[in-house]
């Protein structure tokens, strides 16, 4: 081994890793889930199903059904119960350091980390804005009911993204249990594999503005 | 009556019939280098947490298609670096950020050795900077080599290339931070 060999083995030594995490406590619970699902979602879809052509009025409950990357939406004549829940509801403690990239003319005001999610929340415009990153192959790891008031329109973003405004949905998510909350105007979008969500009270071009500074 | 420990390759027969105590084993025995691997190439905490577990939930789901008597540690690696690596690329922006230098000696409070000894704070930024400056392909190179310690053959596993691209890259890095370093 020459002294420069010698000299880079000394200082990946000195290097400073983060601490490592507890990998199993997430993992085995990820293992547990993939056995248990399947069986759910296969149940789940069998009745739904059967619902649908038992019941003739529940045909038209379900209006329209589609994908954004990691989540999926769904368009209902009633939406679930849910009530208003802070942004950082189901995203776990806050994080010391930060868990998305953001530019620097940004600030946020809180980190936060859980597998397959990563988020922050924003002050801009004066508003409290959630800004999320979904990754990995986490199809279905939130679903958002909306209902016949809420208007859903095309947003020129990334490879296909998608505005929601008016009328509050509902957003859920599987934590254990069910966990739903009520949210307001959204921005969704999927590039390269991963979702990205904007939610806040700012108009369809305020948020564009804002995704353009994100993922620019 | 406590068993004595169960050795690896009969850990990975249990993991692959199923058995989740036997692949926790394997979990605690490979997540600190798993992790380190993520993070050299992510550059990201969180991204390096994720790509970990992303890696051993593949792994275990991929236990099956594992050749027995292989090694166990490139080819888990593998699977974590590619993971770690869809993240980097995915982020773009993320890959630039730099790994931090300790104040101090090495983690986790071992004594420093006779190489640490020799290097000083000042030779370490500069050779730290120096890495930074490499492209990525031989930087992850020399992360996994010099700084994680893995060998040759298992940095080639790990990045899915042939040991002879991996000595052409050490050999490129090496010649260019040697510029930096004397």
Redesign the interface.
């Known amino acids: 081994m020459t002294e420069l060999e010698r000299a880079l083995v000394a200082l990946g030594e000195g290097l400073e890793y983060p601490g490592a995490p507890d990998v199993w406590a997430q993992v085995e619970p990820r293992l547990r889930r993939r056995r248990f699902w399947p069986a759910v979602v296969v149940a789940a879809a069998v009745l739904a199903v059967g619902i649908a052509f038992a019941v003739p009025p529940a045909r038209s409950a379900i209006l329209k059904f589609f994908h954004i990357g990691s989540v999926s939406v769904e368009q209902v004549q009633t939406l679930p119960p849910a009530q208003t829940r802070p942004f950082s509801t189901g995203l776990g403690p806050k994080r010391p350091q930060p868990t998305v990239q953001l530019p620097a003319r940004l600030t946020a005001t809180a980190y936060y980390a859980r597998p397959g999610l990563h988020a922050a929340l924003l002050r801009y415009r004066g508003k409290q804005v959630l800004y999320a990153e979904l990754r990995g192959d986490q199809m279905g790891f939130a679903k958002k009911f909306v209902g016949p008031t809420t208007h859903i329109e095309e947003a020129r973003l990334g490879e296909f993204g998608m505005f929601l405004s008016g009328a509050p949905h509902v957003l859920m998510w599987e934590q254990g249990n069910v966990q739903t909350r009520l949210a307001g105007n959204v921005l969704i979008w999927l590039d390269r594999g991963v979702t990205y969500r904007l939610e806040g009270d700012l108009d369809k071009r305020q948020m564009l503005a804002l995704a353009g500074q994100i993922t620019r | 009556m406590v068993g004595r420990p169960l050795e690896e390759p009969e850990l990975i027969r249990r993991a692959q019939r199923g058995d ?1 105590h036997a ?2 084993e394997l ?2 025995a490979y ?2 280098i ?3 691997t993520a ?1 050299v190439i992510a550059r ?3 991204d ?3 790509a ?3 890696g ?2 593949k792994a ?1 789901r991929a236990l099956g298609r594992f050749r027995e008597g292989a090694p166990f540690r490139p080819w888990l690696l593998r699977i974590v670096a590619n993971e770690a690596s ?2 980097r ?3 773009g ?2 890959a630039s950020l730099a ?4 104040a101090e ?3 986790g409070g071992a004594a ?2 006779p ?2 000894a ?2 000083s704070a000042e ?2 930024t500069a ?2 900077a120096a ?1 930074e400056t490499l492209p990525e392909e031989q930087r992850d190179v ?2 996994l080599r ?4 893995l060998s040759e053959a298992e940095v080639a596993e790990t990045l899915a290339i042939p040991q002879g691209t991996v000595k052409s890259r050490t050999a490129r890095a ?1 010649e260019r ?2 510029e930096s ?1 004397d």
Not at chain 2, 146 to 149: A, C, K, S, W
């Open positions: 989740t692949y926790e979990v605690h997540q600190g798993a992790f380190r993070y990201n905490a969180a390096a947490e994720e970990a577990q992303d051993f939930i275990w869809n993240r690329r995915s982020a922006r993320r790994l931090r230098a300790a000696g090495p983690s420093p050795s190489e640490a020799l290097l030779q370490r050779l730290l890495v020399v992360a010099y700084f994680l310690g090496l931070l040697r370093y």
